[in-house]
C-alpha cells in the first residue's frame, strides 16, 4: 500500500465517506458593505462598485448543516490519521476553510497545528490565573502569518493552473512577518511564472524579518516611513497594474487564518463555553479571521458558544483600543513599539472587526492597551518561565494580566493566548533591554533583575568552578 492510500475500514461508518474532502461549496468574494458578490477568477481585494473590503462567502455553507455538529467534529478528528498531504496543515478543516481549492493545488510547506502550552505555575502565578499559550511562532515562517499565505497561495496556484496564467507578481507591505510568510510561500512556485516583491519600513522590521525575505530571493524594497506608508503604496500598485496583492486586506488570506480558531477549538475537545482568546492587534486580519473561524464552527453547531475575544495593543498603536473605549474608530500616527509587528494606526480590516463585534461578539469583544514597558517585560517574563514566546506574545500575556486584574476576565475561564510568532525574531528588542539602550521613545527603562548578559571567563576549569562557587564532590 503507498503510503497515501487510505484504509477507509478503520474508520467509523459514520465519517467514511466524509473523510477525503468532496464538497467543493459555491465560494464567492463578497462585499462587506453593499453586498455585491464577485466570482473568484479575478484577485480582487475591495468592491468594485462601493470600494468596501471584501469577505470570501461560502453561498452553498447552509448545505454543510446536514451533517450534525457532532459527525463534523468526528470528521476532523478522524482526519487527522489520514495521510494525505494537503490536509496534513490548515486544510484539514477545507469545507470550512476553503472548499472550492482542488486538492491537488494545495501548497502544504508545514503550516498550522501548532501546539498549545500550558502555562506553568510561576508564570499563572505572575499572570493571576492558569493559561495557554498557542504558539504559533512554530510554523514554517516562524509566525502565524503562514496560515493565510497557505490559502493565498494554494489559491494562486490553482489560478495558474485554472486560468492558464503565464506572468504573475505576488507583492505585499509588510511589519516584517508578512513578508517573510509571502517570500517562503512564492518562492515555492515556478520561478519562471512567479515573482515576489516585498515593501519594507527602512529599519522598522528586525534583522532576522529582513533576512527571511532576502533569503527567500524575493526583490525586497526598503522606503522610508512606517507600515501605514508602505500599505498605501501596494493598494496603488494593486489598483493601476496587474499584481496580486498578499496583505491581510486579501480576502483569501484571512480564510486561511481562520484555522487558528478550528484548531483552538478542536484542541479543547471543541468546549468553548468558558473561552476566552487573547491576541495582539495590528492590521486586525487576525481577530477578524478569529471571529470568523468561530463563526463558522458556532453556525454548524461544532461549538455551542462563541468565545470571549480580548484584542491586546500597545498604547504606541492602539487605535482598536482607544474605539473600543471610546465609542470612536480613529486613525492615528504610531509611535515606536517593540510590538513591532502590530505597530499600525490605521488597520485595514477595521471595518470587518466592527461589524462582527456589532453582530455577533457585542459584549463578548473587550480590548487592551499596555505600556511597552509592559509588553517587553510580558516577554522576558514568560520566556524565563519556559515559554517561549514574541515581543506579541508577551504583549498577549501581559494583556491578559491586565484584563484579569480589570475583571475582563474571570479567573475560572479557559484562556488561550495567542504567541503570534518567534522570539527569535524579536532578539534585538531583548538585546536593547539587557543593555538598557532603548531610544528615548520605546519609553523602557531596564530592571537590573530581568537584565541577563554573557559572562567572560578564561577557559579553565578552576575558574568557571570558582565564578559558580561549585562545592567539591
Ligand atoms: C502581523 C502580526 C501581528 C498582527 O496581526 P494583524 O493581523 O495585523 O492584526 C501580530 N503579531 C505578529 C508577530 C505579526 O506578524
Ligand atoms: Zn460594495
Not at 468546549?271 to 453556525?299: C, H, Q, S, W
Not at 517574563?381 to 506574545?393: D, L
Not at 538598557?436 to 577557559?459: C, D, G, H, M, W
Request: charged share 20%.
Amino acid at each position: 500500500m503507498k503510503h497515501t492510500e487510505v484504509n477507509f475500514e478503520q474508520f467509523p461508518r459514520h465519517v467514511r465517506e466524509h473523510l477525503v474532502p468532496t464538497y467543493e461549496g459555491d465560494v464567492v468574494y463578497e462585499c462587506i458593505g453593499c453586498a455585491a458578490t464577485y466570482h473568484l477568477n479575478q484577485f480582487l481585494y475591495t468592491c468594485p462598485a462601493c470600494k468596501s473590503l471584501l469577505r470570501l462567502h461560502d453561498r452553498k455553507f447552509d448545505e454543510l448543516k446536514k451533517i450534525d455538529g457532532a459527525t463534523w467534529r468526528d470528521i476532523f478528528d478522524y482526519r487527522l490519521m489520514l495521510r494525505l498531504e494537503p490536509l496534513k496543515g490548515i486544510f484539514l478543516f477545507k469545507e470550512i476553510l476553503f472548499p472550492s481549492i482542488p486538492l491537488q493545488d494545495i501548497i502544504y510547506l508545514g503550516e498550522g497545528h501548532t501546539p498549545l502550552v500550558r502555562s506553568n505555575a510561576a508564570l499563572s502565578g505572575l499572570v493571576g490565573m492558569e493559561f495557554f499559550v498557542k504558539n504559533d511562532g512554530l510554523n514554517p515562517s516562524a509566525s502565524f502569518k503562514d496560515r493565510g499565505m497557505a490559502s493565498a497561495i494554494s489559491f494562486i496556484n490553482y489560478s495558474i493552473r485554472k486560468r492558464n496564467i503565464k506572468e504573475l507578481l505576488g507583492i505585499c507591505a509588510s511589519t516584517g512577518d508578512t513578508s517573510a510568510a509571502a517570500a517562503l510561500y512564492l518562492s515555492y512556485l515556478d520561478k519562471n511564472i512567479v515573482r515576489s516583491v516585498v515593501l519594507l519600513p527602512k529599519g522598522k522590521v528586525t534583522p532576522q524579518q529582513l533576512a527571511q525575505p532576502l533569503g527567500s530571493g524575493a526583490t525586497v524594497i526598503e522606503v522610508p516611513g512606517v507600515f501605514d506608508d508602505c500599505m498605501r503604496i501596494v493598494e496603488q500598485l494593486a489598483e493601476r497594474y496587474q499584481v496580486c496583492l498578499l496583505n491581510s486586506k486579501n480576502p483569501i488570506r484571512i480564510m486561511g487564518q481562520k484555522s487558528y480558531a478550528f484548531e483552538v477549538a478542536q484542541q479543547l475537545g471543541y468546549d468553548t463555553k468558558d473561552l476566552t482568546v487573547v491576541v495582539p492587534v495590528g492590521n486586525a486580519g487576525n481577530v477578524t479571521a478569529i471571529m470568523e473561524g468561530f463563526l463558522d464552527l458556532y453556525r454548524l453547531s461544532i461549538i455551542a458558544h462563541l468565545p470571549q475575544i480580548v484584542a491586546v495593543q500597545s498604547r504606541h498603536a492602539n487605535p482598536v483600543a482607544a474605539w473600543r473605549a471610546s465609542g470612536r474608530y480613529e486613525p492615528m500616527t504610531v509611535q515606536s513599539s517593540v510590538a513591532q509587528a502590530a505597530m499600525i494606526g490605521d488597520p485595514v480590516s477595521f471595518p470587518k472587526v466592527k461589524k462582527l463585534v456589532e453582530e455577533y461578539f457585542n459584549q463578548q469583544f473587550f480590548a487592551v492597551d499596555l505600556s511597552e514597558q509592559e509588553v517587553i517585560e510580558g516577554m522576558l517574563e514568560a520566556n524565563r518561565r519556559g515559554h517561549v514566546v514574541c515581543t506579541q506574545g508577551g504583549e498577549s500575556i501581559a494583556g491578559l494580566a491586565k484584563a484579569v486584574k480589570l475583571g475582563i476576565v474571570a479567573k475560572d475561564r479557559t484562556v488561550v493566548v495567542d504567541s503570534t510568532s518567534h522570539q527569535l525574531k524579536f532578539s534585538n528588542f531583548q538585546q536593547m533591554y539587557f543593555e538598557n539602550s532603548f531610544p528615548a521613545e520605546y519609553q523602557i527603562t531596564a530592571k537590573p533583575e530581568l537584565v541577563n548578559k554573557p559572562v567572560q571567563l578564561e577557559a579553565s576549569a578552576d575558574a568557571i568552578a570558582g565564578y559558580l562557587k561549585l562545592k567539591e564532590k
